[in-house]
């Protein structure tokens, strides 16, 4: 084949394969050139995931009439116009590329009025091109609408997630924006519901209350201070590190609620995160997260924005005195703040049994890794049923030590009480009988605008678990029912750690993973003391369950030690 430019078409469209990944990228970029261009209030609409329709509308300074299609050519930026400048961005935008990129796969309709212009006007574009263009009034500001993204790209549509999925990474999209830029009131609306609304008065504690909620926002602390430091480039580097950090109590199962901010450009850093963990270490328990909103001001030659076209990720010329800075900010902030509590000593999660040990002791291979329950068939050789045990006692608070017919054996306790519930809960969810608990005065239940967007795709489900719960607007909920089960747990922060956990992937094993965190949540934990027959009722209600021998994640429930194994041990055999 010969080799030719490409036509511009084509250019454009694989362009746009980097720049818009999903409808979460076109909100992303429609929101920083409405922040470029100084608007105090930015306006978000989506509909059917953001697939249907993206509308953002700003009150910033306005495109100038004549310059209206030149917005929609690639590399056409109004930001910066040497390389020189590359070095010194001081906007979210340069590249030129978002327009024409979204251009390339969706509907474009461009209503602006500049500030200096008499009258607005209304740019219709198709695939990229111009289709309409008439005078139209507005009042300052720029109002951007994007249909059908992705029709003609169908392979990108087909790497779509859910409708929910989507709105969610939108909504995760404004949330961090309204949290970098207090002093802009946002405001998202998903299929015609708001569910974002900050008031942009200009505080970072308002803005995290209007998205994490008060209760969240309650136990924030204020980071604020300069780090400096030497460095060989350029001597004297001050690093300042502001924002808020939550109380360890606030600790999250993931790492979403973990938000940074370069030189008020929202960032996602492989090591930012470590370095606020750093900081809490000793204060949070295993497998928590911190919530953070953390600002980094720093020269802007010192970091490069230019390594990604989605300019998401960023390159620090000092990463290590970068890490270190917000690393000490944090903790000067958490240990001058934060309030005199005891530390619990808390239990380590499961360490999954070495599977060559397990073999030892069960004298079979058996799957100590993967999730969800083994299926039986694959471990044969294990008892299918649990012979009578005898309760002798418990071990560290947190394993049952009982004498069988063949050794000794050691329960988790909280593993195996996991298997119990999981398995009531399943079995109530698949007969579509859940034993459900009215609440005498229905409870509410506030959630993040990102979890809202799950929320609702879900509601329906949740009825076979026994959760009844409508929708109340505004991120409220009513809560009428609950699961007997999960009556007496703490079943609003159960809801929303499962919300947090399906907002970034796929719903296939959704209700799997429902059942789980019920079976958890509500479980003995390792640590708490026994009396003899709660161990004993514990035991029997093992020995009823479909597969005794793992925990709903898969690891082991009980473990034997063979009375010959132990009289070997002690010399009196072989
Ligand atoms: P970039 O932001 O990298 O400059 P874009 O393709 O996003 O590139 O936008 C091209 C140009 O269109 C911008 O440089 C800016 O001049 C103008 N523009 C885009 N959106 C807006 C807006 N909401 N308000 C004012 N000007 C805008
Ligand atoms: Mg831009």
Known sequence: MTIKVLDKETINQIAAGEVVERPASVVKELVENALDAGSSQIGVEIRGGGIQLIKVVDNGVGIPNSEVELAFERHATSKISSPQDLLNIGSLGFRGEALPSIGAVADVELLTCAVDEKSGICLSLEGGVVTQKKGQARTRGTTITVRNLFKRVPARLKFLKSIATESSHVANVASQYALAYPEAAFSLAVDGKET????????????????????????????????????????????HVSGMVGAPELGRAGRGYLSFFVNRRWVSSRILPYAVEEAYSGLLMTGRHPVAVVNITLPPDEVDVNIHPAKSEVKF???????????????????????????EDVAAPYKATPSSQLEQLWGTSAESEGVGPSPKESTPSLLTSLPVLRVVGQFMSAYIVAEGPEGLYLIDQHAAHERVRFDRVRR?????????????????????????????????????????????????????????????????????????????????????????SIACHGAIKSGQVLSEEEMGSLVRQLEQTDNPHTCPHGRPTIIKLSAAQIEREFGRQG
């Open 428 to 516: 109530q969810r698949e007969q579509k009988k859940p034993e459900v608990q009215g609440l005498l005065e229905s409870a509410t239940l506030e959630v993040t605008p990102r979890q809202d967007a799950i929320m609702k795709s879900c509601l329906e489900k949740l009825v076979d678990f026994g959760f009844n719960i409508e929708s109340f607007g505004d991120r409220t909920y009513l809560v009428r029912t609950v699961p007997v089960i999960a009556a007496g747990d703490d079943w609003s922060a159960m809801l929303k750690e499962l919300l947090d956990a399906l907002a970034g992937e796929e719903r296939s094993k959704w209700e799997e993973k429902m059942t789980a």
């Open 196 to 239: 974002l609304k900050t008031s942009g008065k200009g505080k970072l504690l308002d803005a995290i209350i209007d998205v994490y909620g008060v209760a969240t926002a309650s136990k924030m602390m204020t980071v604020d201070s300069t780090q400096q430091s030497w460095t060989a480039n350029r001597g004297t580097l001050d690093i």
């Open 317 to 343: 010329h000092n990463e290590g005195e970068v890490f270190r800075s917000v690393q000490r900010a944090v903790r000067q902030a958490l240990t001058s703040q934060m309030p005199v509590r005891q530390v």
